[in-house]
């Protein structure tokens, strides 16, 4: 992929300011490092990159928590409108672990809540359970209890992150997935690791309405993806597992 250096930098809290969207719309695409390329040199001149202390991309690293029959994977798989998604999230690069709270609201719109975290954990405490059922309540989302949800997939790469005049849009490379439950080696042709490759996810997020980088992309033939980084990542760790909504996406591009 290449590099965003000729951009003007944007400070964390100006991207904050500007484009926390917390609430939004996410429209993801699978592209290959030329086609990232060509993107890049396609943006808006008024495009800034997120530097923080000379840095513009840095390393993330988050657990999926589900529960043993895997609720949210399943709701994923057969694409429910109504679904939650729970997780930590930890900056390798610049400190702070979060744990978070994804829940998809009407019309596709994602919403997330989070709050600090302790990075050691590896389970979710009372206040964990008691921030997560809180959400998933105020959602109006019929979730089981969270004290029954433990860590199953852990993903990590590095992300660049873009605030272009109507989006904030993200790049992520040297995706990677490691399954955590303790039976992950126990089903037919399941995996402990696998990765994404030289292939890079970008994510725009924006409004209901598309951005102009979705219109770009969209110009140059591209269309939304339908990847999650749990699971789609937990669907090519366990083949024995439904994987309908990115079995195109398997086949054609992450096969290799």
């Known amino acids: 992929m290449s590099t965003v250096e000729h951009l003007a930098p944007v400070t964390l809290d100006e991207l904050n300011a500007e484009a926390a969207l917390q609430t939004r719309v996410d429209r ?6 030329d086609e990232t390329r060509g ?8 495009t800034r990159a997120l530097e923080i202390g ?10 999926y928590f589900d529960t043993p029959d895997l ?7 057969r694409r429910r409108r109504r679904r939650f998604k729970v997780r930590t999230r930890t900056y390798v690069d610049t400190g702070g672990t979060f744990l978070e709270v994804k829940t998809r609201a009407a019309r596709g719109v994602t919403v997330k809540e989070r709050c600090p975290a302790d990075p050691a954990a ?35 790469y590095r ?24 039976d992950g080696g126990g089903h037919d042709g399941a995996r402990d690791r ?36 749990y ?13 309908h909504p990115w079995r195109r996406l398997r086949r054609e591009r992450l096969a290799a």
């Open 28 to 33: 993801k695409y699978v592209l290959t490092a």
């Open 71 to 77: 609720v949210t994977f399943h709701q994923a798989a």
């Open 122 to 156: 590896c389970t979710l405490d009372d206040d964990a359970v008691e921030f997560v059922d809180d959400r998933l309540a105020a959602a109006r989302l019929a979730a089981p209890p969270s004290s029954g949800l433990a860590p199953v997939l852990r993903s990590r």
């Open 231 to 243: 699971a789609t990542g937990l669907a090519v760790l366990r083949p024995d597992l439904p994987d």
């Open 194 to 229: 696998a990765d994404i490759g030289d292939l890079v996810v970008v994510e725009t997020k924006a409004g209901t309405a598309p951005s102009s980088v979705d219109r770009l992309l969209w110009r140059s033939g591209h269309r939304p993806d339908r990847i999650s980084k």
């Open 159 to 182: 992300r660049t992150t873009l605030l272009t005049p109507d989006a904030r849009v993200t790049l992520d490379t040297a995706l990677t997935w490691r399954h955590l439950a303790s």
């Open 39 to 46: 993107l890049l040199a396609a943006l808006d001149p008024s």
């Open 54 to 63: 000379d840095t513009r991309t840095f390393t993330y690293s988050s657990t």
